[in-house]
């Protein structure tokens, strides 16, 4: 693997949590280019010694772009590696424009949402049968604007479970929002770093939750996650391991 772009998904923050394939790239790369304010940097450590390690909270597009081409060119196996899975919120769209417009090799390895790590936090199932079955990933507004009819207070409508990024910052804003449809007592819980050693969990209702969050100094690094589905007992079993439900790989059991 020389003389291309990797982009990878390094997970929510524990090492243990990226995937072997991205390990390996990791391991072989020539160049690292790492979101270094959100990366763990134990993830980097596993970096071969002569490998020349970029930190891109202090580069700009161009400067990316710039020791990626240089290194491709060069034959070099170039690892960009962003947070969580690069999918969600990781500015990956217009690098990977550029590289084509370059005529540059690139792939993309996935990984960890935070999302999925907040989940496993809070040992919650996101899509609970009769309760909700859709799991809405959005942002508030700020200053990477959103389409309007992308509001949370819009798709706050839709009653589903909701996972609000980058913007515990806002909370009071985003919990306002919310209650134009939502229920005041509605569980919510934010997850300030999920998987990483110092993770911390703070469960509320649209009610209290903002002033939880303050007390806790959570402003950065955190995930909203608000539904039913935080709240719920006696959950309704899926018809998936129902002994009476036959699908093409079992026969159900008569009544």
């Known amino acids: 693997m020389t003389g291309k772009v990797i982009f990878i998904g ?7 949590l990226l ?16 979101a270094g304010s959100l990366v763990n940097p134990e993830v980097v450590g596993y970096a071969k010694s002569d490998a020349l390690i970029y930190n891109s909270a202090h580069m700009n597009l161009d400067e990316i772009l710039e020791v990626m081409e240089k ?5 070099k196996l170039v690892a960009r590696v962003h947070t969580g899975d690069p999918a969600i919120y990781g500015a990956i769209g217009e690098q990977m424009e550029a590289l084509r417009k370059k005529d540059i ?25 009769e309760v909700s079955q859709t799991v809405i990933i959005t942002r508030p507004g700020g200053r990477t604007p959103k389409p309007e009819r992308e509001s949370i207070h819009l798709l706050a409508e839709h009653g589903a479970t909701m996972c609000i990024f ?25 997850v300030q770093k999920a998987s990483w050693t110092d993770e911390k969990i703070v469960r509320g209702t649209l009610k209290d939750i903002a002033g939880k969050v303050k007390v806790e100094g959570i402003q950065k690094t955190a995930l909203i996650v608000v539904g039913d589905v935080l709240g719920t007992s006696g959950v309704t079993p899926s018809k998936l391991y129902d002994s009476h439900f036959t699908h093409e790989y079992r026969k159900g059991e008569e009544k």
């Open 105 to 129: 090799d690139y792939e993309i390895i996935p990984g960890v949402s935070s999302l999925f790590a907040t989940a496993a936090a809070l040992e919650s199932e996101l899509t609970l049968p």
């Open 166 to 190: 980058l913007g515990v910052h806002m909370i009071d804003k985003v919990v306002n929002e919310l209650l134009t449809s939502y229920d005041p007592d509605t569980p919510v819980a934010v």
């Open 71 to 75: 290194s491709v060119l060069e034959g």
């Open 19 to 34: 995937t072997i394939k991205a390990f390996r790239v990791i391991e072989e790369a020539d160049v690292i280019i790492y």
């Open 10 to 16: 390094a997970g929510p923050g524990d090492p243990e």
